[in-house]
């Protein structure tokens, strides 16, 4: 595993979530007639980022 591999990882497991997370509330304001609120997007970064994120860690490091 080159330190390159886990650059590339970090740089989509942090992208992706939060393109999703944008698309999430704004869905979610839409539907529930609010606003669209950075705080709540914020939020659900951290849940798609951790859903995201933690597996892949667990995939690359190998078991020691």
């Given at each position: 595993?080159?330190?390159?591999?886990?650059?590339?990882?970090?740089?989509?497991?942090?992208?992706?979530?939060?393109?999703?997370?944008i698309f999430t509330d704004i869905f979610y304001a839409q539907k529930?007639?609010?606003?669209?609120?950075?705080?709540?997007?914020?939020?659900?970064?951290?849940l798609f980022f951790g859903i995201s994120f933690i597996p892949s860690i667990f995939l690359v490091i190998p078991n020691s």
């Open positions: 595993m080159n330190f390159s591999d886990v650059i590339l990882i970090a740089i989509a497991c942090m992208s992706i979530p939060l393109v999703v997370a529930k007639q609010r606003q669209f609120s950075l705080r709540r997007m914020s939020l659900w970064y951290i």
